[in-house]
């Protein structure tokens, strides 16, 4: 009986253990939860630390001194250490955080992470007391408006592991001591103003860093001099020195890296040879693009079995030439070899390529036929530049995968196509085997044809151009279904019949070209009501006919609208003025493009003008154009007193046409004119004097009208020719050769200065007059926007105007130093006679 009770006993305390366990559990649980594990003092440091800095967004405000803020390890962006509850972790990035770095943080001895980047310390300097942070392993403070030198006491820090200072606007050198850094494993100096010598830069972090150093990033800052020698860093890993100024060649051990997977050297001045890279056989990433290497590319970069992308873009003495046989080890993914030169033939090792995305070989030489393999050369190959080359015959149909992977390089785009300015011929029917074309520019080529009726899938398309070619028909119905195309050029082909109504779908579209085509009927009216979005609109050189839509006017943003050349009646519209993009002085600072700008080469701003009668191709500053051409139509009426609204325009020309009535008494308000061209029409009455308001006007054609009157007396004379207003029998007074009714052209000499020498003195004058003031006339004509408006929007031009300019300055130069003599031949023939 003893032995059932004891048993009993056991039972009961064995079931009250196995129940008061799980509540003891939790009784645990809540009082660890209410437990606060933060450290009094090291609680007291935050307080300060966040009392000196200026939380604009309220990012800190679970940081305080109330009973359910007192646990400073709950803090946002407070981090402590499980057991001994000290902080350990401060992250504080992207904040937004103003004001200054407080001292308190020397209050957290245990602090191992620290993260102040991406915030606005208001060019402040980096505190010099952070060195003081001993245990400190992490350390970024990037992106946060820092400037001044890099405090030497960093190297004090005989814990760091990783230091990021980039992107602010830290000066001066590398101090000596981060050499002494034994535990720097990655160090981020990219994006401020580092200046001196790369050697001497380098030469600072001699010593126990150099041991251990796996990532180097000094780029895009102002470091120059030759490249030292870095093969000491025998753990680097990535070497960034990209946007520098670095010269001379690359020594052949400088780059003796057997760890190295990635290298970037590109946008500086280094010469020579491309070194051989072929001992850091785990290089994936070869950037050498912008520089000047020369040479040849030796065989030896085949060796580099990982790599994956490689740039040389942009060495134009650069020969990268292989035998036909020749089969590198590599698989790349991407290659851009931009400006190289590859050789009259079509590079045949790129058949070995079976995982390319990107290939860019625009501006190579190539001057042979598109390989048929190349259709085929990669299934998931997304983006193909061979503009600016030579390649003729027919392009190959493609064969590649449709919807392959997003490239980084293109962010969110999709498949790229661009073999503008070559000779390629044939159709464009390769073009329907792809669907997810997001650019295709095939503009500048001898393609010939019909454009295929294939486009109603193509859903991702934004840029389209297929100007200056051969081709033939009506504009595919099926543009209509390209919600999200932008760019629409096709302009200089043979294009017949009209804007197919489909296209009122295609309201993304921000530029339409087809000018210089055979297009025929009216301009429709769902122009002005569904392409709200467009800035250019150029239908010039077609067959349109009838009157101008009013609803151009719903056209807010339109910036160029050129209809010249076509058989426009009927009068121009009242409503010019609600051209709301036209009524802004553009900051010549500002340009536009599309809301998202396609990577590399491709910008999305291009049109051809007729700008003082020649045709112009604008490519990084039509944003800066805004101009209105009616030229060479039927129009009649009067030119709207309105149009003097538009105060942004730099460009008008309504042209031969029959447009009668005055010339808008205000057109001075079009302060930034450079070219007004109202000849040819049968425009009456005067021309008035605020035409002297006109400062920026380069080119002035009123000629064959009806005008009447003295032209206006400006103070800083009208700098035109007779041949601005001839044809107007009615006109009179300089630099016309016909005096106006009252005028005394043949005044006594004595009336106006008196003595007998003042026939002299009459000459001297007309002398000034009619040559000195012409050679600075002639200045002012090439001057502000005569040659640098033409130097901003054309590249082409460039050259060719400087030449000019060079002409025209020593011609000036040279009638001023005839003038001077004559000047003092006169004054001294006047006091021979006073003697």
């Not at 003295?710 to 007779?722: A, I, M, V, Y």
């Not at 003595?755 to 200045?779: C, H, N, P, Q």
């Amino acid at each position: 009986m003893k032995c059932f009770h004891l048993l009993f006993l056991l039972l009961v305390l064995l079931l009250e253990a196995t129940t008061l366990k799980p509540i003891l559990a939790h009784s645990s649980q809540v009082n660890d939860a209410n437990r606060i594990r933060c450290l009094e003092k090291e609680r007291r440091a935050l307080l300060d630390i966040k009392g000196e800095l200026v939380d604009i967004h309220g990012r800190l405000s679970s940081w305080g001194n109330e009973e359910n803020k007192r646990d400073c390890c709950k803090w946002e962006g407070v981090h402590c250490h499980n057991r001994s509850n000290h902080v350990t972790q401060l992250k504080l990035a992207f904040y937004q955080l103003q004001g200054k770095i407080s001292t308190s943080l020397l209050e957290l001895e245990h602090l191992r992470y620290l993260d102040f980047s991406e915030n606005d310390f208001e060019y402040a300097p980096i505190p010099e007391f952070i060195g003081s942070l001993t245990k400190l392993r992490y350390l970024k403070l990037s992106n946060s408006n820092f400037s001044g030198p890099i405090p030497h006491q960093i190297g004090n820090m005989i814990s760091l592991e990783y230091l990021d200072i980039s992107r602010n606007g830290l000066e001066g050198g590398i101090p000596k001591h981060l050499g002494n850094l034994n535990s720097l494993v990655i160090l981020y100096m990219n994006g401020n103003n580092l200046t001196g010598d790369l050697h001497e830069l380098i030469s600072s972090l001699s010593g126990p860093t150099e041991k251990k150093l796996e990532i180097l990033d000094l780029s895009m800052n102002t470091i120059s001099g030759l490249f030292p020698n870095m093969s000491r860093f025998s753990s680097l890993m990535t070497l960034d020195l990209h946007e520098n100024q670095l010269t001379g060649p690359i020594g052949e051990d400088n780059l003796r890296l057997p760890n190295l997977t990635y290298l970037d050297l590109s946008f500086n001045r280094i010469t020579g040879p491309v070194p051989d890279l072929s001992i850091s056989s785990s290089l994936q990433y070869l950037y050498l693009s912008n520089n000047m290497f020369n040479g040849t590319l030796t065989q030896s970069i085949g060796r580099l079995s990982q790599l994956q992308e490689l740039d040389l873009s942009i060495n134009e003495f650069l020969q990268v030439q292989f035998s036909h046989r020749w089969a590198p080890d590599f698989q790349l993914e991407y290659l851009h070899l931009s400006g190289c030169k590859l050789g009259n033939y079509f590079p045949r090792w790129l058949k070995t390529q079976t995982e390319l995305l990107f290939i860019d070989i625009s501006g190579t030489g190539i001057s042979d036929t598109t390989p048929s393999w190349f259709g085929s050369i990669s299934p998931t190959l997304m983006y193909i530049n061979a503009t600016n080359n030579q390649i003729y015959g027919s392009f190959p149909n493609f064969s590649f995968s449709s919807g392959g992977p997003l490239l980084p390089y293109l962010g969110s785009y999709r498949r790229v196509l661009d073999l503008s300015r070559n000779k390629i011929s044939g159709s464009v029917n390769f073009l329907c085997n792809i669907t997810d074309w997001q650019l295709l520019d095939l503009s500048d080529n001898l393609f010939s044809g019909q454009i295929p009726d294939c486009f109603a899938k193509f859903e991702w398309l934004v840029y389209i151009n297929l100007a200056n070619n051969h081709l033939s028909g009506e504009i595919p119905y099926s543009f209509g279904s390209l919600s999200a195309l932008s760019l629409l050029h096709l302009r200089n082909n043979s294009l017949s019949g009209g804007l197919p109504t489909s296209m009122s779908n295609c309201t993304s579209l921000e530029m339409i070209d087809v000018g210089d085509n055979r297009l025929t009927g009216k301009i429709p009216d769902w122009v002005g009501n569904s392409f709200s979005e467009v800035r250019i609109l150029i239908l010039s050189s077609n067959g349109f006919h009838g009157s101008v839509p009013l609803s151009l006017c719903r056209l807010a943003n339109l910036q160029i609208l050129d209809i010249s050349s076509n058989k426009i009646s009927g009068a121009i519209p009242d409503c010019l003025e609600d051209f709301t993009a036209m009524r802004e002085k553009q900051n010549p600072y500002l340009f536009w493009g599309p809301k998202e700008t396609f990577p590399f080469t491709h910008r999305l701003e291009n049109a051809y003008l007729m700008w003082k009668g020649k045709e112009v191709r604008y490519v990084n500053y039509v944003g800066l154009v805004k101009l209105i051409d009616f030229s060479n139509n039927n129009l009649v009426g009067r030119i709207p007193s309105n149009i003097t609204k538009l105060v942004g325009l730099v460009g008008l020309n309504v042209s031969r046409n029959n447009l009668v009535g005055p010339i808008p008494t205000d057109v001075g308000e079009l302060e930034l004119l450079n070219f007004l061209d109202l000849s040819r029409n049968r425009l009456s009455g005067s021309i008035p004097n605020s035409v002297c308001d006109l400062s920026h006007l380069g080119v002035l054609d009123l000629s064959y009208n009806k005008l009447s009157g003295r032209l206006p007396r400006c103070s800083q004379g009208l700098t035109f020719d007779e041949s601005a207003f001839e044809g107007n029998v009615g006109l009179c007074g300089l630099p016309l050769n016909k005096s106006c009714p009252g005028d005394k052209s043949h005044e006594s000499p004595t009336s106006r200065v008196g003595g007998s020498d003042a026939g002299e003195e009459f000459e001297y004058d007309r002398f000034i007059t009619g040559g000195f003031y012409i050679a600075l006339g002639v200045g002012f004509v090439v001057g502000f926007w005569g040659i640098f408006g033409t130097i901003l929007f054309n590249k082409t031009f460039r050259y060719a105007i400087f030449k000019w300019w060079d002409t025209i300055y020593d011609l000036v130069l040279v009638r001023m130093e005839v003038n001077k003599v004559r000047l003092w031949s006169c004054f001294q023939k006047r006091r021979f006679r006073q003697s």
